[in-house]
């Protein structure tokens, strides 16, 4: 759960007078411990109650409840900060000359390039032929025998591309690439991220995310989904049905 609220400082500060004709310095005065626990710890804990009302709205389905809670809660001591705070501004088409003229890196407006499954399945290939090699050997299997294993594998590929269209093996390297490298599992993580606080920032609230293929299928029950953000946009798809 993200916190999105910020406690207030606990300390003031008293201003200078005369006493006794001696200016007396400017004096700094904590607050007893007792008040600045409070002080500190009832934002917080509205901030939570407020959480947990939306994520309970949520798991009901009541998108335009949670929403109303999170609208309401804003400028509230203690309520969530810089939702819907981003400014949009009119596009603008740049050509590359102006991008240059401005010290502008155009590569940098490209997808990343991830071999990391690719990598994966090429060891993957390498290891089945290396695998059904070694099964041959040891149980001396005769050549059609070896024939009739390749086509049955061949099927079971072909099963996967033309129902679910390839969904089964994508799960599969997604799932190895997860456990096996931290930086794709990182990479992954850091995207869904950028769509949760961009459409957090432009008022669109986040409902709900996946990061894995084998989370995707065990909640949604997609197969051709690495990962994804779910969001409360009715209010986006009404806009659409009347432009």
């Given amino acids: 759960m993200m916190r999105l609220g910020r406690a207030p400082c606990c300390y003031c500060f008293t201003e200078p007078h005369p006493a006794g004709g001696v200016a007396a310095a400017v004096r700094l005065r904590l607050l007893p411990p007792a008040r600045a626990a409070n002080t500190s710890s009832e ?4 901030l939570r109650a407020v959480l947990e009302q939306v994520d309970e709205e949520l798991r009901k389905g009541n998108d335009e409840a ?3 809670l999170v609208r309401g809660s804003q400028g509230a001591d203690g309520g969530l900060r810089f939702f819907g705070a981003a400014r949009q501004v009119p596009q603008r088409l740049y050509t590359l000359d102006e991008l240059k003229l401005n010290g502008i890196d155009t590569s940098a407006f490209l997808s990343p390039v991830d071999l990391t499954l ?27 025998q070896v024939l009739f294993l390749f086509l049955g594998l061949l099927s079971l590929w072909s099963v996967d591309l ?3 269209g390839g969904g089964v093996r994508n799960l599969i390297l997604d799932t190895i690439g997860h456990n096996l490298s931290q930086k794709y599992r990182n990479r992954v993580i850091q995207h869904e991220a950028g769509h949760f606080l961009i459409a957090y920032l432009l008022g669109v609230l986040p409902k709900g995310y996946t990061i894995t293929s084998l989370d995707t299928f065990i909640k949604k029950g997609s197969l051709n989904v690495q990962a994804g953000t779910a969001f409360v946009d009715f209010e986006f798809l009404q806009e659409l049905i009347i432009y």
Avoid: H
């Avoid at 934002?43 to 509205?46: D, G, L």
């Avoid at 089945?128 to 299997?141: T, Y």
């Fill in 66 to 68: 949670a929403l109303s």
């Fill in 43 to 46: 934002p917080a804990a509205r």
């Fill in 118 to 144: 690719g990598s994966i399945e090429r060891n993957l290939q390498i290891a089945a032929v290396l695998g059904g090699l070694s099964v041959s050997a040891a149980f001396e299997l005769s050549k059609l």
């Fill in 162 to 164: 033309v129902y679910f």
